[in-house]
């Protein structure tokens, strides 16, 4: 069973005991579905949701609208729309036979990656070490996906993400469904609610007493943003956000409070992988070491990069973002005349000794239509790392980022990108 951390930190929201939710909230009349860390069956979408009442709404729930259409008055704690497939979706089809060639594989295979510490160099903290992680600990993993019901903006893919990614991690990874937690606007269970409190409490349940070797995983899938840098760590003046489902009362999140919560503490070896699907979200971790196609490190080289969108979006289909929304100031150009102090200081800053590493992509220029695969509403990073995994599981970082960036290639301009909170061997075997 997985309990959450007492959390106090958001304003307005008393502090919290750690608690069972599972004991809190008796089962449903309807079938039970399996538990994710500790809550009751989550309904995850392998029947209707049911007819009772959602959450603190009585009313009944809405037909389905087509995406892009006028979004039905209620709150975003009202009924989701019905007629969610009766199956859970079982992601990209799983490749039959062998792997196809890879360009960038020679050889017998990329190497496991080392056990023993490693020295960062590339400018970071003298005598400064790292450790990679082996992956082969505890696995934990939240998944956060918002579709904003009711309210302006409202998304279709997301929570289709989280059923995705879940099932594969299930299935492809060794995560087990009681070392889940899974936050969409779809549940019944207010503390399944992807709020800004739900969230925060979640964010240092998943990192808590992480151990070498252990690997975590988290996958948010929503709406970002960008608002005034107030610290000077962001090169283009802006932090990057993402949106609780309850952000027009509580606020957002910025990149310097997750970094804080799941990077600042890791121990070394402890892995945590991040995929965020969500406009400007390519630093949303504020990692500073960040690798293009090529396996190589990017340095700041800010007038190049900026038509390039470095800290560009991770996603294809939340083009009609938050940030976007609320201030069309909000520039992605970087200023590049602050460019390298705030690079230097970051590598001094927000190195880690833990093994983080986030995938996103590196462009803007997408609407949310765009992300119709298969025929189902879906994030085209989630989609892209979960086709290039499967086709082929034993992958370098660079193949894997080469694999992801030929998957988008088909419908999508963007390109992908990696970052880690350390100088990173892109030839090393990807694990997680």
Known sequence: MSYYPPYSGAPGYPSQQSYLPQ???????????PSYGGYPGQSYHQQHPPSNPYGYSHSPQPPQQPYGSHPPPHGYNAPPPSGYPQQPPSGPPMYQGRPPANPYQGGPGPQAPPSNPVSFGHGAPQGYNFQY??????????LIGVNYFGQKGQLRGCI???????????QNFGYAR???????????????????????????WLVKDAQPNDSLFFH??????????????????????IYPVDFRAAGHIVDDEMHRIMVQSLRPG??????FDSCHSGSALD????????????????????????????SAYARGDMGGMMSTAM???KKATKGDEVYERNKQTKTSPADVVMWSGSKDDQTSQDAQIAGQATGAMSWAFIAALRKNPQQSYVQLLNSIRDELSTKYTQKPQLSCSHPLDTNLLYVM
Do not use: W
């Open 287 to 314: 990692l500073p070491y960040i690798y293009s196609t090529s396996g190589v490190l990017k340095e700041p080289n800010l007038a190049k990069e900026a038509g390039q969108g470095l800290l560009g979006v991770v």
């Open 160 to 170: 289709n993400d989280v059923k995705n990614m879940s099932t594969y991690l299930n």
């Open 220 to 241: 948010y899938s929503g709406h970002g943003g960008q608002t005034p840098d107030l610290d000077g760590d962001e090169d283009d003046g802006y932090d990057e956000v």
């Open 178 to 204: 009681e070392d889940m937690v899974l936050l969409t606007d779809d549940q019944q269970n207010p503390m399944s609610q992807p709020t800004k409190a739900n969230i925060l409490r979640a964010m240092h």
């Open 23 to 33: 004991q809190q909230y008796p089962p449903m009349h309807h079938h039970q579905q």
């Open 133 to 142: 992680s082996r992956c082969t600990g505890k696995r934990k993993a939240l």
């Open 331 to 333: 520039g992605f150009f």
């Open 270 to 275: 402890v892995r945590l992988t991040a995929i």
